[in-house]
């Protein structure tokens, strides 16, 4: 009996080294892909902290029918003019009043509003201004509130002069 327990015992024990091997290799793995996903989540959150967006100045221009708007680009990040497009929206309406939404396309409609590029180069960068046309009517309106909102959740909000 002496012999069989212990090539009993030899056998257990190999057979939990390879138990705890395979259990190793599964968590050390599995450590990995949350260390691929937490990095994933941070570089994002990290992006939208260094987007950072301003209102200058806008206007109504009456022969053409649109609102204009000059939108900084105050962060420290670019922006693809592509990513912008039907996924960014700009809320246009009275000073206290209920706003209209438009979004932002490269299409222009009664429905959306149209992205000037002044250097063409399809990147809103760091520094860089573009402007946005919005087809709102702003006649007899003394002030607007305006909103632009990115993709990435950021924001700049204004009032101007209708």
């Given at each position: 009996?002496?012999?069989?327990t212990?090539?009993v015992?030899?056998?257990?024990?190999?057979v939990g080294?390879?138990?705890?091997?395979?259990?190793?290799?599964?968590?050390?793995?599995?450590m990995g892909?949350v260390?691929?996903?937490?990095?994933?989540?941070l570089?994002?959150k990290?992006?939208?902290?260094?987007?950072n967006?301003?209102?200058?100045t806008?206007?109504?221009?009456?022969?053409?029918?649109?609102y204009v708007i000059?939108?900084?680009?105050?962060?420290?990040t670019e922006?693809?003019?592509?990513?912008?497009y039907n996924?960014?929206e700009?809320y246009?309406?009275?000073?206290n009043?209920?706003?209209?939404?438009?979004l932002?396309?490269?299409?222009a409609?009664s429905?959306t509003?149209t992205?000037?590029?002044l250097n063409?180069?399809?990147?809103w960068?760091p520094g860089?201004?573009?402007?946005?046309?919005v087809?709102?009517?702003?006649t007899g309106i003394?002030?607007?509130?305006?909103?632009?909102?990115?993709?990435?959740g950021?924001?700049a909000e204004?009032v101007l002069?209708?």
């Amino acid at each position: 009996m002496g012999e069989s327990t212990a090539i009993v015992h030899a056998i257990l024990t190999i057979v939990g080294v390879i138990m705890a091997s395979i259990f190793a290799a599964y968590i050390i793995s599995r450590m990995g892909y949350v260390n691929s996903v937490l990095s994933n989540v941070l570089n994002n959150k990290l992006q939208e902290l260094q987007t950072n967006i301003k209102i200058i100045t806008g206007f109504y221009n009456a022969s053409s029918g649109y609102y204009v708007i000059y939108v900084k680009n105050v962060g420290s990040t670019e922006i693809s003019e592509r990513d912008l497009y039907n996924r960014s929206e700009v809320y246009i309406g009275p000073y206290n009043g209920y706003p209209k939404m438009y979004l932002i396309s490269n299409v222009a409609s009664s429905k959306t509003a149209t992205l000037v590029d002044l250097n063409n180069d399809g990147v809103w960068s760091p520094g860089e201004t573009i402007i946005l046309k919005v087809p709102y009517n702003a006649t007899g309106i003394n002030a607007v509130e305006v909103k632009v909102v990115l993709p990435s959740g950021s924001y700049a909000e204004e009032v101007l002069p209708g």
